[in-house]
């Protein structure tokens, strides 16, 4: 089993001490006079300001995707024809059965074998080289506009002096033709190695990844999916520009994707919503106080604002670090965040505001998963560097190999790291009473659309290519 040490020296926790209170930025913005109330206040003079209520125009193509590129994405989404060695589809780390993630802190790509915490890290040849860096995020709600970067690092984005229109870590290879950011995503999961594509030579695809040539790589899954008539009939319906097989592409294929995920996991039906359409009675008064210290005092809305309770802003709030890291620091076991996409020194350790809709549902919590506890989440933003202190890496959940449990706690386990960490937060603690936090905690769960409780239906019965589905 995994052989956790002591977290914390002396010296960190001096550190910590000297560091906290010190940092600069959103509590003082915070500190505003409250905002005249809406038609939403709890009868009181000044009250919370809460966003508008979600429409149908928020989201793509008024929240009406064409059907027919629809069910063909469904199929495209959980079918393991889209990896290198045909053995993990999208839906392996988003599925329907564990809330549009993986149920994991952070994620076993292709090689893995089984769905949510039952995966294990597969056996011989074919194992897992390394987890996956980063936790599978929540797929709810992608497909309104106001998603305009994609990835805890925004790498992808929403960019109109781009030839292809958005900015991505393709660059001019990324091709024109997609629909939108949330489709444009798709183009990347079957790159990588470790997600999707496969290791070294073992197929077409990893052998292109290998190469670095993604166009190629794009056009052998194209290959793949007009060589099979079910498809090919599918892509011919949904699309009025593809008429024979060989118009088939990738992008098509993306594009039929991203329909799919915003039209099935679209969750703007929560007590929370009903509650800004007018029905007062949609949450209960726990809840209501849970909103007000939420969109007031608790100081959550400062960066979890506006309809899906994120600013689409990058943030340093000293998340503890696990897993292999994405290369960063001496060690190559850090994640530097939004310093990735940038190369400023500036954005380290900062990461994209989560949407807090559905948030019940899609933990581990966390850019890796850290915390498996919503409370324990929660209680980490109300203070964070104490949080950080007291972090029980027992809880991370990470299918466990000898070999890669061994550098999991890398980071943790050195002080010079997570003081960096501790410096670059910027999220100061505020305190509330146990009744209080009863009431956030309350407040949250009513950010659930009760739709989304149960999505199994989402699951197709069988994919066209006939590959297994249950692992
Ligand atoms: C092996 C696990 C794995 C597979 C397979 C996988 N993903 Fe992901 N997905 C992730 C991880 C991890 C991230 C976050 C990566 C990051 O932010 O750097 C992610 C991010 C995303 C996001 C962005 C979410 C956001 O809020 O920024 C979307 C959308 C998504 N994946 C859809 C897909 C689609 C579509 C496929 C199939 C083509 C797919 N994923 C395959 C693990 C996976
Ligand atoms: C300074 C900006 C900021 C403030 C203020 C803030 N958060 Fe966050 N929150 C973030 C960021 C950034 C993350 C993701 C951090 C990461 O993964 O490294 C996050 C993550 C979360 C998550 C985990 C979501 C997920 O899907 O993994 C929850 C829950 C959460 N915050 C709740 C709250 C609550 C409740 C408050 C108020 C007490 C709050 N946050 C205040 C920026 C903020």
């Known amino acids: 089993m995994l052989n956790p040490r002591p977290l914390f020296s ?8 000297a560091t906290a209170g010190s940092t600069p930025g959103w509590a003082q913005r915070n500190n505003n006079p409250p905002q005249q109330a809406g038609d939403h206040s709890e009868g009181a003079a000044w009250g919370p300001r809460l966003p508008k209520p979600v429409t149908d125009r928020d989201y793509y193509d008024n929240g009406r995707p064409d059907p027919l590129k629809v069910e063909l994405g469904r199929l495209l989404f959980f079918d393991k024809l889209l990896s290198g060695n045909r053995n993990t589809s999208c839906a392996t780390c988003h599925h329907s059965l564990t809330d549009t993630g993986d ?8 090689g893995g074998r089984g769905l949510g915490m039952s995966r294990d890290t597969g056996s011989g040849e074919d194992a897992i080289h390394a987890r996956v860096p980063r936790n599978a995020p929540p797929v709810f709600n992608l497909g309104a506009r106001e998603f305009y970067r994609m990835f805890y690092d925004g790498r992808l984005e929403v960019d109109p002096s781009q030839p292809s229109g958005f900015r991505n870590p393709a660059g001019d290879d990324f ?9 444009a995503q798709a183009m990347f999961p079957v790159t990588s190695h470790e997600e999707m594509a496969g290791q070294g030579d073992e197929n077409e695809i990893s052998q292109a990844a290998a190469a670095g040539d993604l166009p190629l790589l794009w056009e052998r899954l194209a290959i793949r999916l007009r060589a099979n008539e079910t498809y090919v009939d599918l892509f011919i319906q ?5 008429n024979i097989a060989g118009d088939i592409t990738y992008v098509h294929a993306a594009n039929a994707i991203g329909a799919f995920e915003a039209s099935a996991w679209r969750a703007d039906r929560s007590p929370f919503d009903r509650f800004l359409r007018g029905d007062r009675q949609a949450m209960s008064v726990k809840a209501r106080r849970g909103m007000n210290l939420f969109y007031g005092r608790a100081g959550c809305a400062e960066c979890h ?10 943030h340093a709030v000293c998340m503890p670090q696990i897993g292999p890291g994405k290369g960063d620091g001496v060690n190559g076991h850090e994640d530097f965040g939004r310093e990735q996409a940038t190369g400023d020194e500036a954005d380290r350790f900062k990461f994209r505001t989560p949407t807090l809709r559905n948030v019940a549902l899609t933990g581990p919590w966390g850019h890796v998963g850290a915390f498996n506890d919503l409370r324990d989440m929660v209680m980490h933003q109300l203070d964070t560097v104490a949080s950080m202190q007291r972090y029980d890496r027992y809880q991370a959940v990470l ?3 000898e070999d890669l449990a061994e550098i999991d706690f890398e980071v943790l386990n050195d002080p010079d790291l997570v003081a960096d960490i501790v410096e670059a937060n ?5 305190r509330l009473s146990q009744k209080e936090i009863e009431q956030l905690m309350d407040f949250i769960y009513a950010l659930t659309d009760p739709n989304s409780m149960d999505i199994r239906s989402d699951t197709p019965m069988a994919v066209p290519s006939g590959l297994p589905m249950a692992d």
């Open 103 to 110: 149920g994991l802190s952070l994620p076993v790509g292709e």
């Open 305 to 314: 604002s506006g309809p899906f309770q994120t600013d689409q802003d990058f």
């Open 10 to 17: 002396v010296a960190i926790v001096l550190c910590l001490l």
């Open 426 to 430: 910027e999220l100061d603690p505020r």
């Open 238 to 242: 949904a699309f009025p520009d593809i």
């Open 399 to 401: 299918p466990y190999r």
């Open 175 to 183: 091709p024109v033709g997609l629909d939108n950011v949330l489709a």
